[in-house]
């Protein structure tokens, strides 16, 4: 599918995935700043992806890993630097939730910072969300 909105574009075409700006986008957060490229190759294999581009550049990214039936996790909602706080994170979130293969899902994720902007979508805080912590091996 693809989303237009003035000069930008929102695709979930992994093929135009730019893996080499998305690992840029996420290694300068802090969620995303210890994954290596291969990882970064691996998580769009089994995610439903959304490239933000400018034209031919991509500008962000987006991810929902979902079975399409009840659940979608969503991750690594990154646009940027120079681009952010122009509503384009909140537009990727847009795309994201009227997925066909995530609409109607419940959608959880994490966050440490981004609050507001998800609330907009109707997450709220839930202080039952476990996780395992990530190693190495």
Known sequence: MEWRKDDYLVTDDTSKVQFDVVHRLLAATYWGDRRPRETVERMVAGSICFSLYDGPTQIGFGRAVTDSATFTWVADIVVGPEYRGT???????ECLVTHPAVKGTQMVLQTRDAQGLYEKFGFSGNSALMSTKVTDS
Do not use: E, K
């Not at 509503?87 to 979130?93: A, D, N, P, T, Y």
């Open 87 to 93: 509503g384009l994170g909140q537009w990727i979130m």
